[in-house]
């Protein structure tokens, strides 16, 4: 009931939206891609605002703001950062605290609705970029950001923050699912680390027959592990435009989610909000998950067991999906522009990013970033080592406006894998398919 209530909270946000004029009729996972999704595009208000914005090339003589908003997903806003900021420039970093990002992507959306936005965000890549940039009111940071930083990024980085040929937002605290594994476990009992999903279904039967606990599982944003699976198979939820979940690559993708559920019973079955809980209890074998929870799992993890990371599992290619956030900036004055190019241009400096780095488990961003000190102390700890060299294979897929429809879908799917040994994978992947397809019709004829 009360995902219920809130689902239709979010509709009236976007509701909302769409009379203001506008062309335009993501767990909490569940509540924020429903939010993203429901704006099914168009053009909102912020495409006819009167705002004043100006591209970067024509903010070289204006004067910065003497302060800008920031909205974050991290507990402290940077807080140390802000106010190095503020001493090295003058400009104030008004900073607040919005939730995860599925919060940020509810907050923003309702922000467009009554123009009411941050002038830089901390945005996630999971959902509603495409939402926000079609909306008109969240710039290109392409058009803002100094060539020098725009090319130093590591280019699999652009391809989840591009839309419409576009560099939307600018890559920043970002992370890649990785395989964690019980390293004192795996070496007592004499178990190979997996690298494909066959080995990751053999491995987790192994475990359970040799040690009696459950083999593997998936972290709290399990449609993130699936979708990697799909990329890691040469397929997407969209191939060029078109619905692809009802394909063969897929089904596979569930049929092992089962074998490891229900067949096997070597994953507890729709457990993974205690995911992370139960691998670092040591009650689990294998935990897919995000390199930026390196530094966390080592902390919960303690003396407990020493813990590895291996590659995510190939399945018939290497195409790493990413994950994380980056910044964007939202329309507002020239001044408060030029104020917030120079706060993203602070925050993406080299010796900052590598100590980000060093401190979590995201991965540095721009090379040289990659070449500081800082950055080699990381790369000090084998199990990082393994991250960097994963990073040769990020790409996967681009940003859509179907992304939010997808995660829930993915989401449903696996609830289902899990729980019901007879659900019909074609027919259920069929649906997904046409769901997807009416989706982006309704929004195409929004735009």
């Given at each position: 009931m009360?995902?219920k209530?809130?689902?239709?909270a979010?509709?009236g946000?976007?509701s909302?939206?769409?009379?203001?004029?506008?062309?335009?009729?993501?767990?909490?996972?569940?509540t924020a891609?429903t939010?993203?999704?429901?704006?099914?595009g168009?053009?909102?208000a912020a495409?006819?605002?009167?705002?004043?914005?100006t591209?970067?090339?024509?903010?070289s003589e204006?004067?910065?703001?003497?302060?800008?908003t920031?909205w974050?997903t991290k507990e402290?806003?940077?807080?140390?950062?802000?106010?190095e900021?503020?001493?090295?420039t003058?400009i104030?970093v008004?900073?607040?605290?919005?939730?995860?990002?599925?919060d940020m992507?509810?907050k923003?959306?309702a922000g467009i609705?009554?123009?009411?936005l941050?002038n830089v965000a901390q945005?996630?890549?999971?959902?509603?970029l495409?939402?926000?940039?079609d909306s008109?009111?969240l710039?290109?940071v392409e058009d803002?950001?100094?060539e020098d930083?725009?090319?130093?990024?590591?280019?699999?980085?652009?391809?989840?923050f591009?839309?419409?040929d576009?560099k939307?937002?600018?890559?920043?605290?970002?992370?890649?699912?990785?395989l964690?594994?019980?390293?004192?476990l795996?070496d007592?009992n004499?178990?190979?680390?997996?690298t494909t999903l066959d080995?990751v279904?053999?491995?987790?039967k192994?475990?359970k027959?040799?040690t009696g606990?459950y083999g593997?599982?998936?972290n709290?944003?399990?449609?993130w592990?699936?979708?990697?699976?799909m990329?890691?198979?040469g397929t997407?939820?969209?191939?060029?435009g078109?619905?692809?979940?009802n394909?063969?690559?897929?089904?596979?993708?569930?049929?092992?989610i089962?074998?490891l559920?229900?067949?096997?019973?070597?994953?507890?079955a729709n457990?993974?909000?205690?995911a992370q809980?139960?691998f670092?209890?040591?009650n689990?074998?294998m935990l897919?998950t995000s390199?930026?929870?390196?530094?966390?799992?080592?902390n919960l993890?303690g003396?407990?067991?020493?813990v590895g990371i291996a590659m995510?599992p190939e399945?018939t290619?290497?195409?790493?999906?990413?994950?994380?956030?980056?910044?964007?900036m939202?329309?507002?004055?020239p001044e408060?522009e030029?104020?917030?190019t120079?706060?993203?241009?602070f925050?993406?400096?080299?010796?900052?990013?590598?100590?980000?780095?060093l401190?979590s488990?995201y991965?540095?961003v721009?090379?040289?970033?990659t070449?500081?000190e800082?950055y080699?102390?990381?790369?000090?700890?084998?199990n990082?080592?393994?991250v960097d060299?994963?990073?040769?294979?990020?790409?996967?897929a681009?940003v859509t406006?179907v992304d939010?429809?997808?995660w829930n879908?993915v989401?449903?799917?696996?609830?289902?894998l899990?729980?019901?040994?007879e659900?019909?994978i074609?027919e259920r992947?069929a649906?997904i398919?046409?769901?997807i397809?009416?989706?982006m019709?309704?929004y195409a004829?929004?735009e």
């Amino acid at each position: 009931m009360k995902k219920k209530l809130v689902y239709a909270a979010a509709v009236g946000i976007f509701s909302s939206i769409a009379l203001m004029g506008c062309s335009s009729s993501e767990t909490a996972s569940t509540t924020a891609a429903t939010a993203a999704q429901t704006t099914a595009g168009g053009t909102s208000a912020a495409a006819s605002s009167e705002a004043d914005t100006t591209a970067a090339e024509d903010l070289s003589e204006v004067q910065p703001a003497s302060e800008i908003t920031f909205w974050s997903t991290k507990e402290d806003c940077f807080s140390e950062l802000c106010a190095e900021f503020e001493a090295e420039t003058g400009i104030k970093v008004n900073a607040t605290y919005m939730g995860g990002y599925d919060d940020m992507v509810n907050k923003v959306m309702a922000g467009i609705a009554g123009e009411n936005l941050p002038n830089v965000a901390q945005l996630g890549q999971r959902h509603g970029l495409a939402q926000m940039y079609d909306s008109g009111w969240l710039l290109p940071v392409e058009d803002y950001i100094s060539e020098d930083i725009l090319e130093d990024i590591l280019p699999g980085f652009w391809k989840r923050f591009t839309y419409k040929d576009t560099k939307v937002i600018l890559p920043f605290q970002n992370s890649m699912p990785m395989l964690y594994y019980n390293k004192t476990l795996f070496d007592e009992n004499s178990i190979e680390i997996p690298t494909t999903l066959d080995e990751v279904a053999a491995t987790a039967k192994e475990i359970k027959d040799k040690t009696g606990i459950y083999g593997v599982t998936l972290n709290s944003d399990y449609p993130w592990y699936f979708m990697a699976l799909m990329y890691n198979s040469g397929t997407a939820p969209l191939v060029d435009g078109q619905p692809s979940m009802n394909t063969e690559a897929v089904k596979n993708i569930c049929q092992k989610i089962q074998q490891l559920a229900v067949t096997d019973q070597t994953m507890p079955a729709n457990q993974h909000a205690t995911a992370q809980e139960d691998f670092c209890n040591g009650n689990i074998g294998m935990l897919m998950t995000s390199c930026a929870s390196y530094a966390t799992i080592q902390n919960l993890v303690g003396d407990k067991f020493e813990v590895g990371i291996a590659m995510f599992p190939e399945v018939t290619t290497m195409d790493i999906t990413m994950g994380g956030n980056g910044l964007g900036m939202f329309k507002s004055t020239p001044e408060e522009e030029k104020a917030a190019t120079m706060f993203i241009e602070f925050m993406l400096d080299p010796q900052r990013i590598a100590e980000g780095s060093l401190n979590s488990g995201y991965v540095a961003v721009t090379n040289a970033a990659t070449e500081t000190e800082t950055y080699q102390t990381y790369l000090e700890d084998p199990n990082r080592q393994v991250v960097d060299e994963q990073l040769q294979y990020l790409g996967s897929a681009a940003v859509t406006p179907v992304d939010s429809l997808v995660w829930n879908e993915v989401m449903d799917l696996i609830d289902s894998l899990e729980a019901d040994p007879e659900i019909n994978i074609d027919e259920r992947l069929a649906e997904i398919d046409t769901a997807i397809a009416d989706y982006m019709s309704e929004y195409a004829g929004n735009e």
